[in-house]
């Protein structure tokens, strides 16, 4: 069985993830080998990934962990931290994330900044209540979703500070493999909340001027610039706010 990953390596500075096939397949054709016995082993990869490279799994299902044991290192720890995150991919009953010990604990907050790294300190300000992100362009008769044409601009909440990384098809086709992802919820008291994975550059673009001068300023509204279309950055461009 091939299985496909992605994972940002702590080795490098880059944002994009890198990719990696491997394979799972058990060299062994014992058939006493157990389904519990691959997803050991699958583990004691993944644990050395961490280690080595500082290649973060995807977040697991909270009721499949042991709560004293690190999801990174596999190391035991009575005082594991417990981070839920949201990626998007599951219903938002299935509780996704990692138990920490004490010793991956920093190494993993900073490849979670890492990960998020353009619009990091528009996340980390608790002073902040919403960000701006566009809202997907619908034929307003067929509500199918076209590519062209200025966007609506709406007040999200990101749910949490994880970065999933995906194709990004919000553009047209052929998609951009491997872009940030971070699931936001809007709360609009006209209809019903809406979540969704928005693109992180989208919502670096949206912000931008709004945080250009250090502080977010909240009289400043996307609907006027329209910046997913007409903003110019630079790969490196990030938001950048004064505490
Ligand atoms: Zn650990």
Redo the contacts with the bound molecule.
């Keep these: 069985m091939l299985v496909r990953t992605r994972s940002t390596s702590i080795c490098s500075n880059t944002l994009n993830d890198d990719d990696y096939d491997y394979d799972i397949t058990p060299i062994s054709n014992d058939y006493h080998f157990t389904a519990t016995q691959y997803s050991n082993r699958y583990e004691i990869y993944e644990y050395s990934e961490w280690k080595q490279y500082g290649i973060l799994p995807s977040p697991k299902n909270f009721n499949t962990l042991n709560e004293c044991l690190?999801s990174?290192?596999?190391?035991e720890?009575e005082n594991a931290i417990h981070y839920k995150y949201f990626s998007g991919f599951t219903h938002e009953s299935e509780q996704l994330g990692f138990n920490?010990?004490s010793?991956?604990k920093i190494k993993f907050e900073v490849i979670i900044k890492n990960r998020a790294e353009m619009i990091w300190d528009l996340l980390d300000n608790k002073n902040i209540t919403y960000v701006w992100a566009p809202r997907t362009r619908r034929d307003p008769i067929t509500n199918q979703r076209v590519y062209h044409g200025p966007y609506t601009y709406e007040k999200w909440r990101p749910i949490s500070n994880y970065v999933s990384y995906m194709t990004d098809s919000t553009k047209g086709y052929p998609g951009k493999e491997n872009t940030p992802f971070i699931f936001c919820s809007t709360e609009n008291q006209y209809e019903q909340n809406v979540s969704k994975l928005i693109p992180v550059v989208d919502i670096l673009k949206s912000n931008y001027n709004a945080c250009k001068f250090g502080k977010f300023d909240a009289t400043y509204d996307p609907n006027i610039d329209d910046p997913v279309n007409t903003l110019e950055l630079s790969p490196d461009d990030k938001i950048m706010l004064c505490y």
């Excluded at 990174?72 to 190391?75: E, F, N, P, Q, Y």
């Design positions: 690190c990174l290192c596999g190391r720890d920490i010990c010793l991956c």
